[in-house]
């Protein structure tokens, strides 16, 4: 069997490749690689991390990976508007960001790396769209089979192993024994520990096992395959949710597609005749509360926990996340989905300003007066010194430019919180001048009711 990786035109190529290059980045950019790559994130992404020595773990060739992932990505279905390829694509990505961590790395080999990337890609395969809950609600053909207990869980990763059962598609397929044994156990760990009804526990078992013996040794300490098995479940765990740590832009998009995805649900239960669940009324939703909420009780004690453990954790995503987490608490209670592309528009016009601002600075070059100032210096100075002065000019050089660059990052910082503010200020008189519209016609209708009454 032939792999069939999508083609793609020479322009798509090459930013797909440079796109590519940044996979190793925290705000690494999942949908601009969607689009790019026609639709086609997770297997580009999955060939791209997976291709090189994980591949060489695995014992299989590039052809078997390939087709692997093109089934994967298939299964997801892509009118969902969060629960879809471009979600495994993303936690994919991030779990990849953690595993090569330096804290991490010397506790994993190359197979558990390739594991991780594996249980990451299918963890939400062929998930319809509604939750664990509504499934046992209506009792669903998939909750009766797992009895109530992780159900998509349970689904997700039961019939991925279903798609191994085709030897052209069985990534697992050339494992020793021990080794299959080993691998079969860690993806379906990892998968059911993103069941949200584990979430309690094994951040608990995570701060007591792992956490703690880190701050005793001030060091990361997997002492056997139990806490390796641990570390591995919550990395996942943590990606899944991980969406509020990251850049505002792209926490903007996924709040939205959550939204979109949790109203479908809303409508069903309507339908249905059964109590909606918490945040998916689109008549009620309190957007803020939801992501406050969110963030307070299952995001931050996890990246909490990290941004003790992993450096670049408490320096990137842990700040981005408390940032995030202000910029909700900044809105009013008003503030509806609807109006997250105008937040998103307005950001993206702010970053291809800042962009051209970085532009202009980096390419400034000497003006008239410096470059006199500079020929002036080097006059009635012998070979022997010149050197060391040049030296010196063009390191207080780096310096001022240095410090230009660094002020109009403030200001450009300065700017966009001012923009902030604006926006929620505009959206919040948007929503009351509809509401006084609204009283006004109550008030002219009733007017003239009691003028007929009269």
Not at 21 to 39: A, C, K, P, T, Y
Not at 117 to 135: E, W
Not at 280 to 290: E, F
Request: proline share 3%; hydrophobic share 45%.
């Amino acid at each position: 069997m032939q792999d069939v990786m999508p083609k793609l035109n020479s322009a798509a190529e090459v930013e797909l490749q440079n796109l590519l290059q940044s996979v190793s980045l925290w705000n690494f950019d999942v949908f601009r690689v969607h689009i790019v790559s026609g639709e086609n994130a997770l297997c580009y992404i999955g060939q791209h991390l997976l291709g090189g020595s994980p591949c060489q773990a695995l014992n299989i060739k590039r052809n078997v990976l390939v087709n692997f992932l093109l089934e994967i990505q298939r299964g997801y279905i892509s009118t969902n508007p969060y629960h879809n390829g471009i979600h495994a694509a993303d936690v994919m990505q991030t779990v990849h960001y953690f595993l090569i961590q330096p804290e991490l790395a010397p506790f994993l080999r190359p197979l558990d790396y390739a594991l991780s990337l594996i249980a990451a890609s299918v963890h939400d395969f062929m998930h319809d769209g509604f939750n664990n809950s509504f499934h046992i609600s209506t009792a669903s053909e998939i909750a009766l089979r797992y009895n109530d207990h992780a159900v998509l869980e349970n689904y997700h990763v039961a019939q991925s192993f279903l798609v191994m059962k085709n030897a052209d598609l069985n990534v697992l397929g050339q494992l020793a024994p021990d080794d299959f044994k080993y691998a079969r156990d860690m993806i379906i760990q990892m998968v059911l520990a993103t069941d949200m009804a584990k979430h309690f526990e094994d951040v608990a078992l995570f701060k007591t096992n792992i956490l703690s013996a880190a701050l005793d040794k001030n060091a990361v300490l997997v002492k056997d395959v139990g806490d390796k098995k641990l570390l591995l479940k919550m990395i996942l765990h943590t990606c899944d949710v991980s969406n509020p740590a990251k850049e505002r832009e792209t926490m903007l998009r996924w709040t939205d597609r959550v939204a979109k995805e949790f109203f479908i649900q809303g409508d069903m239960e309507k339908q249905l005749g059964l109590p909606v669940s918490p945040f998916m009324d689109r008549d009620t939703i309190v957007l803020k509360k939801m992501q406050v909420g969110f963030a307070d009780f299952i995001v931050s004690p996890l990246f909490s926990v990290w941004a003790q453990i992993l450096v670049n954790v408490n320096a990137g995503a842990y700040p981005a996340l408390l940032s995030n987490r202000e910029f909700w608490l900044s809105l009013s209670d008003d503030f509806k989905p609807h109006m997250i592309k105008d937040v998103i528009r307005d950001l993206e016009t702010q970053r291809q300003r800042d962009t051209k601002t970085r532009y202009r600075i980096t390419k400034e070059k000497l003006s008239p007066c410096s470059r006199r100032s500079l020929t002036s210096m080097l006059l009635d100075t012998d070979d022997r010194k010149m050197d060391h002065k040049l030296g010196q000019w063009m390191e207080l050089m780096g310096c001022l430019r240095d410090e230009l660059e660094h002020l109009a990052h403030r200001l450009v910082w300065r700017r966009q919180t001012y923009h902030d503010k604006l926006r929620v200020k505009l959206a919040e008189n948007s929503v009351l001048s509809a509401r006084a519209h609204r009283l006004t016609q109550q008030l002219s209708q009733n007017t003239d009711l009691s003028e007929d009454g009269a």
